[in-house]
């Protein structure tokens, strides 16, 4: 008899408990791992800098493409991560924010990606001179960057 008692309780709370949304624990998950992914290209993106800042060698200049190389690789985690996460979304305003932020960071990709090519460029052509391919890839670094705060901007 208590065990028919014990059993028709557990039944009834389960029935009084709140439904689980495994969707929105999910989502929740996956967008905590792509801020830390994003954390961590930041602080990569951060050392380029540092680096920039230095006297500029050649060293310095693999060090720096090996840093950005690791920054957008971690962009490219947590792009996916937010994009798998918008798969299991429901609410609205939530939706439209991690869509934004997939934008924001697909951009911040396509720019540091042109960094890479500068960098890549400087190495192949031996010496710190600025060439017609140099000046070109840092105009399309200009734009983009210049592209990525009007995305930011309100």
Known sequence: MKKIFLFMLLILLIS???????DKSIANGLIQSSEDLKKQATNNELEVIRIAKEDFTFEKAEEAKEKLTIAVDFYRQSLAKNEEAISLIKDEELLKLRKFMSSKTAKTI????????LLNEVLAHGEMTLT???NNTM?????????RIQLISP
Not at 139 to 147: I, Y
């Open 132 to 134: 017609p391919e140099i």
């Open 139 to 147: 105009a399309k670094v200009d734009v983009c960057e210049e592209e």
């Open 16 to 22: 009084c408990a709140p439904p689980l949304d495994i």
């Open 110 to 117: 396509e720019c540091n990606e042109y960094s890479l090519d």
